[in-house]
């Protein structure tokens, strides 16, 4: 009889270490979760935000369309400047444009979905006249809070624009197609789609250039410094 009282009394124990062991594990748990919520939103959240509200604030009256897509994508894509169709969608890119960029994708076999798009520029400009080099350098800071969030393996930039709001001035011409290592990422320069569709051997460089996003996936990531 003692035996079994003994044995019941050191299995209650034992039950109650174990309970204690895991409610403790459990809090460790959640508070490192917690923690990590809370440092990503003060390394990510926080500047982004403000950039956002003083983009917001510095061109106020104008539509502005920022970019679509899930935060951890692998390929961020960006253009140059809102166009007609993408302010009437409230899309970065939008109309013949979006469409032709889509094709471009599915052909390299990348999800659609899981790629973030943006542009420089974040609203069309009067009379759709280029930007101008402030217009670009207000809202280049902005794009690069963007891409840091983001955190992509790629960086596809469409034209001499968005070339330039990454920081590269370098004609799209001379370095289409080519890679460079930038800020954690790997930057692949090809044409935009607007002079894609107007010129059939600008079209066939951009459809090769896309053609090779199968290939650096195969890479391993670039470390940021």
């Known amino acids: 009889m003692r035996f079994v009282v003994a044995t019941i009394v050191t299995a209650l124990v034992l039950f109650v270490v174990v309970l204690f062991v895991v409610e403790e594990v459990l809090v460790i748990l959640v508070k490192s979760l917690f923690f990590a919520l809370g440092l990503m939103y003060w390394l990510y959240g926080r500047p982004l935000d403000g950039t956002l509200q003083w983009l917001k604030e510095k061109f106020k009256g104008r539509k502005l369309v920022f970019g679509q897509g899930a935060v951890g994508a692998k390929v961020v894509v960006v ?13 970065p890119v939008g109309g013949p444009h979006l469409k032709l960029l889509n094709k471009l994708l599915r052909d390299a076999g990348i999800d659609r979905r899981k790629v973030y798009v943006t542009n420089v520029v974040k609203y069309r400009p009067e009379e759709d006249k280029p930007p101008t080099p402030k217009e670009i ?3 280049a800071t902005f794009l690069k809070e963007e891409i840091r969030t983001i955190n992509p393996e790629i960086v596809v930039t469409l034209g001499n624009l968005a070339l330039n709001g990454v920081g590269l001035r ?9 890679t460079f290592p930038l800020g954690g990422y790997r930057l692949l320069p090809t044409f935009h789609p607007e002079r894609a569709l107007k010129d059939p051997g600008a079209k066939t460089l951009l459809e090769a250039d896309f053609a090779k996003l199968k290939e650096l996936f195969k890479l391993p990531k670039i470390e940021a410094n």
Request: charged share 30%; net charge negative.
């Open 170 to 178: 370098i004609p799209v011409e001379n370095v289409h197609g080519r």
């Open 137 to 139: 350098k207000s809202h």
């Open 79 to 91: 253009s140059e400047m809102l166009g007609a169709h993408g302010e009437k969608d409230g899309s």
